[in-house]
């Protein structure tokens, strides 16, 4: 069974930077497509970006784009994502998911689910 374990979170003040990385317990990220996803007290998981396997296709929620990027290294069998200018309601817990595929051009996520990173924007 191939797990996803997610790291990077913390607390950060508005405007400032992090980045999470989601790694699998097997060298086979490389195959999958992937996501982030988010979710806050009281609201319902929601994708933030998705990439496919090559990398060369992303998307991104709207609360998000033009501040957040998904990138992966298949090399280091490894997702990520850049969250620059963060704002108080990026507050979530971030999960990654893996082994999705695309419909209509919308990700559907796989069953394969990390077990989430914390992040705190405060000041």
């Known amino acids: 069974q191939v797990e996803f374990v997610e790291s990077g979170g913390g607390l950060v003040q508005p405007g400032g930077s992090l980045k999470l990385s989601c790694t699998a317990s097997a060298n086979i990220l490389r195959v999958f497509n992937m996501a982030w996803y988010r979710q806050a007290p009281g609201n319902e998981r929601e994708l933030v970006a998705d990439?496919?396997?090559?990398?060369?296709?992303?998307h991104y929620g709207d609360s998000v784009k033009g501040r957040f990027t998904i990138s992966r290294d298949n090399a280091k069998n490894t997702l990520y994502l850049q969250m620059n200018h963060v704002k108080p309601e990026d507050t979530a817990v971030y999960y990654c998911n893996g082994d999705g595929w695309y419909q209509s051009g919308d990700y559907i996520p796989g069953e394969r689910w990390g077990q989430g990173t914390q992040v705190t924007v405060s000041s």
């Open positions: 990439i496919n396997v090559g990398g060369g296709i992303t």
